[in-house]
């Protein structure tokens, strides 16, 4: 891949980063409002969960395109 291209996701990947820690914060927040109304929080901890995964993966693709913009 060429610089430019390799920029421009990288500055995706730091868009969607950012926009997946706003989920998580907001999962976070209604966990805790279930959990005060004594409500099943089963759910919204597995969302909470594939949120979190999905953050490690546009970490993991984050450090793979800042080694390779290293390298060029």
């Known amino acids: 891949m ?6 421009h996701d ?8 950012a926009a997946v820690q706003r989920q998580i914060d907001r999962q ?4 805790w409002d279930l959990d005060q109304a004594k409500q ?3 759910e919204a901890w597995s969302l909470l969960t594939e ?3 999905a ?9 793979q395109i800042i080694k390779a913009l290293k390298r060029l």
């Open 2 to 7: 060429d610089q430019i291209r390799l920029q």
């Open 10 to 17: 990288l500055e995706k990947l730091y868009d969607q980063l």
């Open 28 to 31: 976070h927040k209604l966990i």
């Open 40 to 42: 099943d929080t089963a």
């Open 51 to 53: 949120l979190e995964t």
């Open 55 to 63: 953050q490690a993966l546009h970490t993991t693709h984050r450090d």
